[in-house]
């Protein structure tokens, strides 16, 4: 099992940026993908980017330009540097990782919340 700690979040004006950071723990040898999703109420949750064991990248449209998903091996965390952040952004950003032992599944961290005012 995989513990994810996020943190970062928090209140910005449009234009501005932020960086949250994913820091997992436990059984970090079964994460095959890591990723970052945001939920605003009433929606359904979604990715918003998301970073394979060899560094590839899979952004959401919408982010695309503004948001770069990286990750640390060696301290076992996943940032995402959002920058021009406009009010849509405003959710709560979630830490993901897609752990493989016998099957696919999925851990999450609980939540930051990133607010962008106008």
């Known amino acids: 099992q995989v513990q994810l700690v996020e943190s970062g979040g928090g209140l910005v004006q449009a234009g501005g940026s932020l960086r949250l950071s994913c820091a997992a723990s436990?059984?970090?040898?079964?994460?095959?993908?890591m990723g970052w999703y945001r939920q605003t109420p009433g929606k359904q949750r979604e990715l918003v980017a998301s970073i394979t064991n060899g560094g590839s990248t899979n952004y959401a449209d919408s982010v695309k330009g503004r948001f770069t998903i990286s990750r640390n091996n060696s301290k076992n965390t996943v940032y995402l540097q959002m920058n021009s952040l406009k009010p849509e952004d405003t959710a709560v950003y979630y830490c993901?990782?897609?752990?493989?032992?016998?099957?696919?599944?999925?851990?999450w961290g609980q939540g930051t919340q990133v607010t962008v005012s106008s």
């Open positions: 436990g059984r970090i040898s079964s994460i095959n993908r």
């Open positions: 993901n990782a897609v752990t493989f032992v016998t099957m696919f599944q999925d851990s």
